[in-house]
Protein backbone atom coordinates (compact mmCIF):
# COMPACT_ATOMS: atom_id res chain seq x y z
CA UNK A 1 0.00 0.00 0.00
CA UNK A 2 0.99 3.56 -0.47
CA UNK A 3 2.92 4.76 2.34
CA UNK A 4 5.34 7.73 3.75
CA UNK A 5 7.24 7.22 6.55
CA UNK A 6 9.24 10.27 8.24
CA UNK A 7 11.94 10.54 9.91
CA UNK A 8 12.00 11.15 13.69
CA UNK A 9 11.75 13.61 16.17
CA UNK A 10 14.06 16.72 16.05
CA UNK A 11 15.10 19.02 18.78
CA UNK A 12 16.64 22.20 17.57
CA UNK A 13 17.98 26.08 19.17
CA UNK A 14 16.55 29.27 17.79
CA UNK A 15 18.11 30.07 15.08
CA UNK A 16 19.29 26.69 13.47
CA UNK A 17 18.04 24.65 10.96
CA UNK A 18 16.09 21.32 10.42
CA UNK A 19 15.18 18.51 7.93
CA UNK A 20 12.66 16.40 7.59
CA UNK A 21 12.76 13.33 5.59
CA UNK A 22 9.47 11.71 4.19
CA UNK A 23 10.25 8.21 2.66
CA UNK A 24 7.45 6.66 -0.33
CA UNK A 25 7.04 3.59 -0.40
CA UNK A 26 4.07 1.10 -2.45
CA UNK A 27 4.03 3.48 -5.33
CA UNK A 28 5.98 5.28 -8.57
CA UNK A 29 7.41 8.25 -6.02
CA UNK A 30 7.24 10.21 -9.55
CA UNK A 31 3.26 9.67 -9.79
CA UNK A 32 2.25 11.89 -6.62
CA UNK A 33 2.87 15.36 -5.44
CA UNK A 34 4.33 15.46 -1.93
CA UNK A 35 2.73 18.42 0.03
CA UNK A 36 4.01 19.35 3.72
CA UNK A 37 1.87 20.64 6.29
CA UNK A 38 2.40 21.37 10.07
CA UNK A 39 0.64 21.50 13.77
CA UNK A 40 1.60 23.17 16.40
CA UNK A 41 0.88 21.79 19.61
CA UNK A 42 -3.11 22.60 20.68
CA UNK A 43 -3.57 23.85 17.18
CA UNK A 44 -4.87 23.73 13.54
CA UNK A 45 -3.38 22.43 10.21
CA UNK A 46 -1.13 24.73 8.14
CA UNK A 47 -0.04 24.14 5.00
CA UNK A 48 3.83 24.77 4.22
CA UNK A 49 4.40 23.94 0.55
CA UNK A 50 4.38 21.48 -1.76
CA UNK A 51 6.88 19.36 -4.47
CA UNK A 52 6.42 17.68 -7.71
CA UNK A 53 9.12 15.16 -7.36
CA UNK A 54 9.40 14.34 -11.01
CA UNK A 55 10.06 17.28 -12.22
CA UNK A 56 11.14 19.32 -8.96
CA UNK A 57 8.89 22.05 -9.02
CA UNK A 58 7.73 23.44 -5.63
CA UNK A 59 5.64 26.14 -4.37
CA UNK A 60 5.29 27.49 -0.69
CA UNK A 61 3.15 29.62 1.76
CA UNK A 62 3.87 32.90 1.80
CA UNK A 63 4.36 33.29 4.85
CA UNK A 64 7.08 30.78 5.03
CA UNK A 65 8.74 31.66 1.75
CA UNK A 66 12.74 32.45 2.19
CA UNK A 67 12.93 29.76 4.47
CA UNK A 68 11.68 26.83 3.82
CA UNK A 69 13.33 24.24 0.76
CA UNK A 70 11.58 21.18 -0.54
CA UNK A 71 13.70 19.13 -2.17
CA UNK A 72 13.81 15.53 -3.44
CA UNK A 73 15.98 12.56 -3.87
CA UNK A 74 14.46 9.96 -6.75
CA UNK A 75 16.93 7.45 -6.48
CA UNK A 76 15.96 6.79 -3.09
CA UNK A 77 12.41 7.54 -3.33
CA UNK A 78 12.57 10.23 -0.62
CA UNK A 79 11.35 13.84 -0.45
CA UNK A 80 13.09 16.45 2.36
CA UNK A 81 11.67 19.68 3.89
CA UNK A 82 13.93 22.03 5.25
CA UNK A 83 12.94 25.22 7.37
CA UNK A 84 15.49 27.61 8.49
CA UNK A 85 16.20 29.94 11.24
CA UNK A 86 13.57 28.63 13.82
CA UNK A 87 12.01 30.04 16.18
CA UNK A 88 9.97 28.36 19.04
CA UNK A 89 6.86 29.56 16.96
CA UNK A 90 8.11 26.65 14.32
CA UNK A 91 7.25 24.35 17.47
CA UNK A 92 4.95 21.63 15.44
CA UNK A 93 4.37 18.42 14.20
CA UNK A 94 5.67 18.11 10.48
CA UNK A 95 3.41 15.77 7.94
CA UNK A 96 4.11 15.05 4.59
CA UNK A 97 1.39 14.13 2.30
CA UNK A 98 0.60 12.69 -1.07
CA UNK A 99 -1.77 14.13 -3.57
CA UNK A 100 -2.41 13.41 -7.19
CA UNK A 101 -1.23 16.68 -8.86
CA UNK A 102 -2.86 20.15 -8.80
CA UNK A 103 -5.73 18.66 -6.56
CA UNK A 104 -5.98 18.03 -2.43
CA UNK A 105 -6.88 15.04 -2.32
CA UNK A 106 -4.22 14.10 0.52
CA UNK A 107 -4.56 10.75 0.04
CA UNK A 108 -1.93 9.10 2.47
CA UNK A 109 -0.05 10.58 4.81
CA UNK A 110 3.33 10.18 7.04
CA UNK A 111 3.50 9.73 10.61
CA UNK A 112 4.69 13.27 11.46
CA UNK A 113 7.55 14.30 12.66
CA UNK A 114 7.80 16.68 16.12
CA UNK A 115 10.12 19.14 15.55
CA UNK A 116 10.59 21.39 19.09
CA UNK A 117 12.20 24.51 18.98
CA UNK A 118 13.93 25.52 22.46
CA UNK A 119 16.88 27.23 24.12
CA UNK B 1 -11.44 37.37 8.29
CA UNK B 2 -10.26 34.19 8.05
CA UNK B 3 -10.70 32.54 4.81
CA UNK B 4 -12.54 29.70 5.70
CA UNK B 5 -14.06 29.45 9.44
CA UNK B 6 -15.62 26.47 11.23
CA UNK B 7 -16.86 26.15 14.60
CA UNK B 8 -14.56 25.23 17.32
CA UNK B 9 -17.26 22.78 18.48
CA UNK B 10 -20.15 20.57 18.09
CA UNK B 11 -22.03 18.10 20.45
CA UNK B 12 -24.87 15.40 19.05
CA UNK B 13 -26.08 12.41 20.12
CA UNK B 14 -25.61 9.17 19.10
CA UNK B 15 -27.34 7.88 16.17
CA UNK B 16 -27.77 11.80 15.43
CA UNK B 17 -27.03 13.26 12.66
CA UNK B 18 -24.24 16.44 12.39
CA UNK B 19 -23.53 19.08 10.13
CA UNK B 20 -20.28 20.69 10.11
CA UNK B 21 -20.09 23.77 8.26
CA UNK B 22 -16.79 25.51 6.78
CA UNK B 23 -17.90 29.13 6.00
CA UNK B 24 -16.22 31.00 3.53
CA UNK B 25 -15.28 34.36 3.32
CA UNK B 26 -18.07 36.55 2.18
CA UNK B 27 -15.55 38.03 -1.32
CA UNK B 28 -15.22 34.33 -2.27
CA UNK B 29 -17.96 32.54 -3.58
CA UNK B 30 -18.10 28.70 -2.40
CA UNK B 31 -19.56 27.65 -5.59
CA UNK B 32 -16.29 27.73 -7.33
CA UNK B 33 -14.12 25.95 -5.51
CA UNK B 34 -13.24 22.06 -4.06
CA UNK B 35 -14.11 22.08 -0.60
CA UNK B 36 -11.88 19.07 1.43
CA UNK B 37 -12.24 17.66 4.25
CA UNK B 38 -9.93 15.84 6.80
CA UNK B 39 -10.64 14.19 10.00
CA UNK B 40 -8.09 13.81 12.51
CA UNK B 41 -8.04 11.88 15.75
CA UNK B 42 -5.79 12.56 18.43
CA UNK B 43 -2.40 11.63 17.96
CA UNK B 44 -2.64 10.46 14.38
CA UNK B 45 -2.28 12.37 10.82
CA UNK B 46 -5.14 13.80 9.51
CA UNK B 47 -7.19 11.22 7.26
CA UNK B 48 -8.87 12.58 3.91
CA UNK B 49 -12.44 11.99 3.83
CA UNK B 50 -13.79 13.76 0.92
CA UNK B 51 -13.84 16.24 -1.98
CA UNK B 52 -16.76 18.46 -2.73
CA UNK B 53 -17.59 20.79 -5.47
CA UNK B 54 -21.15 19.74 -6.85
CA UNK B 55 -23.18 16.96 -6.77
CA UNK B 56 -21.73 16.06 -10.33
CA UNK B 57 -18.22 16.76 -9.21
CA UNK B 58 -16.82 15.10 -6.02
CA UNK B 59 -15.14 12.83 -4.57
CA UNK B 60 -14.92 10.43 -1.77
CA UNK B 61 -11.97 9.33 -0.22
CA UNK B 62 -10.86 5.35 -0.14
CA UNK B 63 -13.71 2.89 2.19
CA UNK B 64 -14.98 6.07 3.55
CA UNK B 65 -18.50 5.20 5.12
CA UNK B 66 -21.58 6.27 3.23
CA UNK B 67 -22.22 8.12 6.65
CA UNK B 68 -20.43 10.51 5.52
CA UNK B 69 -21.72 12.90 2.94
CA UNK B 70 -20.29 16.55 1.35
CA UNK B 71 -22.70 19.21 0.07
CA UNK B 72 -22.41 23.22 0.16
CA UNK B 73 -25.13 25.89 1.49
CA UNK B 74 -24.72 28.34 -1.09
CA UNK B 75 -27.11 31.22 0.69
CA UNK B 76 -24.74 30.63 3.86
CA UNK B 77 -21.39 30.80 1.29
CA UNK B 78 -20.59 27.43 3.28
CA UNK B 79 -19.06 24.21 2.35
CA UNK B 80 -21.06 21.44 4.54
CA UNK B 81 -19.80 17.80 5.72
CA UNK B 82 -23.03 15.84 7.10
CA UNK B 83 -22.27 12.90 9.20
CA UNK B 84 -25.20 10.51 9.71
CA UNK B 85 -25.70 7.87 12.63
CA UNK B 86 -23.29 9.63 14.71
CA UNK B 87 -21.11 6.70 16.00
CA UNK B 88 -18.15 7.06 19.76
CA UNK B 89 -16.01 6.36 17.03
CA UNK B 90 -16.48 9.59 14.71
CA UNK B 91 -15.12 11.57 17.61
CA UNK B 92 -12.30 14.04 16.02
CA UNK B 93 -11.75 16.96 14.76
CA UNK B 94 -12.40 17.94 11.19
CA UNK B 95 -10.60 20.50 9.15
CA UNK B 96 -12.05 21.39 6.00
CA UNK B 97 -9.86 22.53 3.24
CA UNK B 98 -9.38 24.95 -0.17
CA UNK B 99 -6.96 26.50 -2.78
CA UNK B 100 -6.58 29.92 -2.64
CA UNK B 101 -4.39 32.69 -3.68
CA UNK B 102 -2.19 30.23 -4.43
CA UNK B 103 -2.20 28.61 -0.90
CA UNK B 104 -3.88 25.88 0.13
CA UNK B 105 -5.87 27.07 3.14
CA UNK B 106 -7.76 24.98 6.31
CA UNK B 107 -9.95 26.25 8.30
CA UNK B 108 -9.64 26.09 11.90
CA UNK B 109 -11.17 23.03 12.34
CA UNK B 110 -14.38 21.46 14.83
CA UNK B 111 -13.83 19.46 17.80
CA UNK B 112 -16.75 16.87 17.20
CA UNK B 113 -17.94 14.99 20.72
CA UNK B 114 -20.81 12.27 20.53
CA UNK B 115 -22.28 12.58 23.85
Known amino acids: QMQLVQSGAEMKKPGASVRVSCKAS????????INWVRQAPGQGLEWIGW????????GSAQKLQGRVTLTRDTSISTAYMELSSLTSEDTAVYYC????????????WGQGTLVTVSS | QAVLTQPASLSASPGASASLTCTLR?????????IYWFQQKPGSPPQYLLRYKSDSDNRRGSGLSSRFFGSKDAPANAGVLLISGLRSEDEADYYCMMWHSNTWMFGGGTKVTVL
Open chain 2, 26 to 34: SDINVDTYN
Open chain 1, 26 to 33: GYTFTSYD
Open chain 1, 97 to 108: TGNKALTGDFDF
Open chain 1, 51 to 58: MNPNNGDT
